[in-house]
């Protein structure tokens, strides 16, 4: 089994900064990526951001020169650094790891990150 654990949601202002943490235990075999998906109320779950095992990232377009992805490949931990958020960043935020030669996806539990105007 593997489990992921979230942190770093809350309540920011427009304007503001918030950092996700998510810590990968468990099963943990090779990973090939981890990434951040956001789910707002109404709307289908979108990729934010992902980085890839060599380093490699990619980010939503709504998200790019705002958020930055990065990891810690010892402790299976990925970071969110959020900065300039906006009202329409407001979300569930869900971890993703993916691993193994079969590209197994697994999910955290979901932070909110809330926004005001």
């Known amino acids: 089994q593997v489990q992921l654990v979230e942190s770093g949601g809350g309540l920011e202002q427009t304007g503001g900064a918030l950092r996700l943490s998510c810590t990968a235990s468990g099963s943990i075999l090779k990973v090939n990526a981890m990434g951040w998906y956001r789910q707002a109320p109404g709307k289908q779950r979108e990729l934010v951001a992902t980085i890839r095992s060599g380093g490699t990232t990619n980010y939503a377009d709504s998200v790019k020169g705002r958020f930055t992805i990065s990891r810690d490949n010892a402790k299976n931990t990925v970071y969110l650094q959020m900065n300039s958020l906006k009202p329409e960043d407001t979300a569930v935020y869900y971890c993703?790891?993916?691993?193994?030669?079969?590209?197994?996806?697994?999910w955290g539990q979901g932070t909110q990150v809330t926004v005001s105007s």
């Open positions: 993703n790891i993916n691993m193994g030669a079969l590209w197994n996806n697994y």
